[in-house]
């Protein structure tokens, strides 16, 4: 009698579109392939980022004794923890083990969401916003490489993240104070650096020549595009 | 596209099954009635103490850097949260506002969920087990006074809590370490005590009568019960 009806359930999430000059949809996805890392590499570090999402919005949640901000933090934490079970099933559907896949890329990706922690709350929400919508923007544009395992993981990836409500606190933080504003904005400039790096170190070869540059670039664009989207509309500018 | 069959399934769980001399099933029910907090307390109440476990569990899966560990903590700690936002979605159906309602007992279940955070991981993960699997019992069973909602808010308690992994972390830690076994053995006796008068604080008049006293105590009979299985399971004396 498991009825997860329970959850909230919003509409589907945008799915990020790659466009640079012209439709390149499909170009863009054939040049990207030699580019992915292999399929265990791609699995083990989705399925991470999700449990540290997952955990940085956890702490967050004991740290605040405002049950309304840890209503909207449990929402996206729930949301977090279930996409993050969600590829550990995939990899277990496989015949793979969960923890031996993600653990190479523990130490990167803890040092990483370590450094998204901020001093004060607002911001560490600010980084799972910003680097949860770029990092997924980005595995889901990876995932077009993995057949039917990566549409699993784009189908776990198009569900709705549930941060509508942090993004609520954010936006009502950054209208009501202007040194909060100016902190968060900067705070978003850093935070985009590393989170691309983490992008980019995901793709093979780690130094990328000047004919991968061109490849990877529109979709790298298109995480920006996205990114400069998300800011808008928190009334920060990129 | 929202899909939470991706959660991991289980067999509903055991529902607490009221008995001392004779089948006293429905009698319990109807003696209980009068000692029922309203329906709003039941709610607030059942709807905070999962968000503690969450929080609790969520709290065990940052400090352990074992990957196996964070998948048994993680899965307990989703199913805590699932159960508390359906709660949630309960409380907010009646037309209420669930931050309002959990507000009166927040202060009280923090101190008592802080009193059951050990020094020692596994003592933790054993107060989680011990004290969600009491309390969920005691509010499934306090569930019948309260017609519909009582219904929803039993299924909702009914489902799985997804304990079973922390349980062999537990038992594998008790088989292997004759100091930790005697521990965890005292620390779940303290449990115990600190657990029934939570039970027995949600209940009116705060001052129980004789003829109140003897109307509860099949309850709490069947409470200690379900505990000493528990304990048994683990291979802990109670």
Same mark, same amino acid.
């Given at each position: 009698m498991v009825n997860w009806k329970f959850w909230r359930r919003r509409p589907p999430a945008r799915i990020l579109r790659l466009r640079s000059r012209g439709d390149l949809g499909d170009a863009t996805r054939v040049a990207f392939e030699e580019l992915a890392p292999d399929a265990t590499t791609f699995l083990g570090q989705a399925a991470y980022l999700q449990l540290g999402y997952f955990e940085t919005l956890s702490r967050l949640i004991r740290a605040t004794p405002d049950l309304d901000e840890k209503e909207a933090l449990s929402l996206a934490a729930g949301a977090a923890l279930v996409k993050h079970r969600a590829i550990v099933d995939v990899i277990r559907e496989r015949g793979e083990v969960p923890s031996e896949?993600?653990?190479?890329?523990?130490?990167?990706? &803890?040092?990483? /969401?370590?450094?998204?922690?901020?001093? /004060?709350?607002?911001?560490? +929400?600010?980084?799972?916003?910003?680097?949860?919508?770029?990092?997924?923007?980005?595995?889901?544009? !990876? *995932?077009?490489?993995?057949?039917?395992?990566?549409?699993?993981?784009?189908?776990?990836?198009?569900? &709705?993240?549930? /941060?509508?409500?942090?993004?609520?606190?954010?936006?009502?933080?950054?209208?009501?104070? &202007?040194? +909060?504003?100016?902190? !968060?904005?900067?705070? *978003?400039?850093?935070?985009?650096?590393?989170?691309?790096?983490v992008a980019r170190a995901a793709l093979r070869p780690q130094r990328l020549g000047v004919d991968d540059e061109k490849k990877v670039e529109p979709v790298f664009t298109a995480l920006m595009a996205a990114h400069a989207r998300r800011m808008d509309a928190l009334g920060l500018s990129s």
């Open positions: 896949i993600m653990r190479p890329f523990q130490a990167q990706l &803890d040092e990483f /969401r370590w450094a998204t922690i901020g001093a /004060r709350p607002r911001e560490t +929400m600010l980084s799972v916003h910003i680097t949860a919508g770029m990092l997924d923007d980005f595995y889901r544009t !990876l *995932a077009a490489e993995y057949g039917d395992t990566g549409r699993k993981v784009a189908r776990i990836l198009n569900v &709705d993240s549930d /941060r509508e409500l942090i993004v609520d606190l954010i936006r009502a933080t950054i209208e009501a104070d &202007d040194e +909060m504003r100016s902190l !968060l904005s900067m705070w *978003a400039r850093r935070l985009v650096g590393d989170t691309l790096l």
